[in-house]
């Protein structure tokens, strides 16, 4: 008897804890450009400057937040090879208001993406895969309620790939439901 109420007891407070988390799920959409820094026998087939556009769903609460992300770049042409970079992958964040109106917010993200390389050349077409770490930090400005803009910037430090690194530079729109 004890036991079952101790367990109760616990899923109590835990069902009362859950409840005091207000999550807030919401969309956007990213543009961004990417510098990418790989060894010299890829770099000569790749584009190291490449525009991209990236989808976002992810959830907050005041002050954390999760959100995924699916990007794919613009074909990026350079010589005779053309470049394309495609990418998904999570980060966990953390939001601080700046000020009294509660309309700025300075925004850190840390997570993890996997990423696929694909350059065409007249001769032949390669392809790589590897997963980043990545770390980044920007601005975010509420619109209204519902609406926000974001500037952000992330280095990702690559993993079994030819490239060796990406800094990556967005700029988008939340829309929080």
Same mark, same amino acid.
């Not at 036991?3 to 988390?21: D, Q, T, Y």
């Not at 999760?66 to 053309?82: C, G, P, T, V, W």
């Not at 470049?83 to 993890?112: H, K, M, N, P």
């Not at 996997?114 to 920007?138: F, H, P, Q, V, W």
């Given at each position: 008897?004890?036991?079952?109420?101790?367990?109760? +007891?616990?899923?109590?407070?835990?069902?009362?804890?859950?409840?005091? !988390?207000?999550?807030?799920?919401? !969309?956007?959409?990213?543009?961004?450009?990417?510098?990418?820094?790989?060894?010299?026998?890829?770099?000569?087939?790749?584009?190291?400057?490449?525009?991209?556009?990236?989808? !976002?769903?992810?959830?907050?609460?005041?002050?954390?937040?999760?959100?995924?992300?699916?990007?794919?770049?613009?074909?990026? =042409?350079?010589?005779?090879?053309?470049?394309?970079?495609?990418?998904?992958?999570?980060?966990?964040?953390?939001? @601080?208001?700046?000020?009294?109106?509660?309309?700025?917010?300075?925004? +850190?993200?840390?997570?993890?993406?996997?990423?696929?390389?694909?350059?065409?050349?007249?001769?032949? +077409?390669?392809?790589?895969?590897?997963?980043?770490?990545?770390?980044?930090?920007?601005? @975010?400005?509420?619109?209204?309620?519902?609406?926000?803009?974001?500037?952000?910037? =992330? =280095?990702?430090?690559? !993993?079994?790939?030819?490239?060796?690194?990406?800094?990556?530079?967005?700029?988008?729109?939340?829309?929080?439901?």
């Amino acid at each position: 008897m004890k036991k079952i109420l101790l367990l109760a +007891g616990l899923a109590g407070m835990v069902a009362a804890n859950a409840e005091a !988390v207000d999550m807030t799920p919401y !969309v956007g959409m990213d543009a961004g450009y990417a510098m990418v820094d790989g060894n010299t026998d890829t770099n000569g087939d790749l584009s190291t400057k490449n525009w991209s556009l990236a989808a !976002v769903l992810g959830a907050r609460t005041d002050h954390y937040g999760i959100e995924a992300f699916y990007m794919n770049s613009l074909r990026q =042409h350079k010589a005779d090879a053309a470049t394309r970079i495609s990418g998904y992958g999570v980060d966990a964040l953390a939001f @601080q208001q700046l000020g009294c109106s509660g309309r700025w917010e300075l925004v +850190g993200a840390a997570g993890i993406g996997e990423y696929k390389i694909k350059a065409n050349s007249a001769e032949d +077409g390669e392809s790589d895969t590897g997963y980043g770490y990545r770390l980044g930090g920007g601005l @975010q400005y509420a619109l209204s309620e519902n609406t926000s803009i974001r500037a952000m910037y =992330h =280095h990702v430090w690559m !993993v079994k790939s030819d490239i060796d690194s990406m800094d990556e530079f967005t700029i988008g729109f939340r829309y929080a439901f």
